[in-house]
């Protein structure tokens, strides 16, 4: 049965709908930079995603092909995220879309390594007959953070996040978002597929002691 990440670190991917503190580990993932809001149907974010799903589907595969990538397992492909920030804000400003700066992320097996995700990336771009380049391996450690679901329409996240902020204040706790450390969403579902008010979001914030 193929490792599912989803399950198998739940505290991560299935939080609960109230919010709690975690320290998140390092982790490996293919990730694609930009600016701007990503709601147009030509906005470059959308390109970004399906770099992403080509690169990882191609990790994925490798185990029919000729590359072997010591250490393989099977593996589901991780939920899409993505990092938002604007820069020298200390929050986010949701009326503002084009003011943001994101890193669209797919989560990688800690088997990847950098030569792998090379491979990957060069073997996907020939495939898809496409240049993929600006997919880059991402090695990040968020470190401490509070975390929530949020369930309903993006637009609604405010609510969920105020929620968060009340809640790290009570436990001593400051928000940490800066321009290096990141407003932080999970896609559980494909919101092309679900209706708004069934959409799954993880949102995490990192902090630091108040």
């Known amino acids: ?11 991560f991917y299935m939080p609960a709908s109230k919010p709690a503190i975690v320290t ?8 694609v930079r930009g600016q701007g809001d990503p709601n147009p149907a030509d906005s470059f974010y959308k390109q970004a995603v399906s770099m992403l799903y080509a690169v990882a589907y191609t990790v994925k ?3 029919l092909g000729d590359h072997r990538i010591r250490g393989f397992f099977d593996f589901v492909v991780p939920p899409l995220e993505g990092f938002w920030w604007q ?16 890193i669209a992320l797919i989560r990688l097996p800690d088997f990847v390594t950098e030569a792998d995700f090379r491979w990957a990336v060069e073997e996907a771009s020939d495939k898809k007959k496409t ?5 880059e391996f991402l090695p990040w450690e968020e470190g401490l953070c ?3 679901m949020h369930l309903g329409p993006y637009d609604d996240e405010p609510v969920t996040v105020s929620l968060m902020h ?3 204040a009570e436990q001593g706790y400051a928000l940490d978002i800066s321009d290096t450390r990141h407003h932080h969403e999970i896609y559980l579902n494909d919101a ?10 993880v949102i995490r914030h990192p902090i630091r002691k108040g």
């Open 24 to 31: 998140v580990p390092p982790m490996r993932f293919a990730a």
């Open 166 to 168: 009340r809640f790290l």
């Open 1 to 11: 049965m193929a490792f599912d990440y989803k399950k198998e670190y739940k505290a």
């Open 131 to 135: 240049d993929l380049t600006a997919v």
């Open 192 to 201: 092309r597929k679900t209706a708004p008010e069934k959409l799954k979001t």
């Open 146 to 148: 509070v975390q929530c």
């Open 87 to 102: 820069p020298g804000r200390g929050d986010v400003d949701y009326a503002h879309k084009e003011a943001f700066q994101w």
């Open 61 to 63: 595969m490798s185990k």
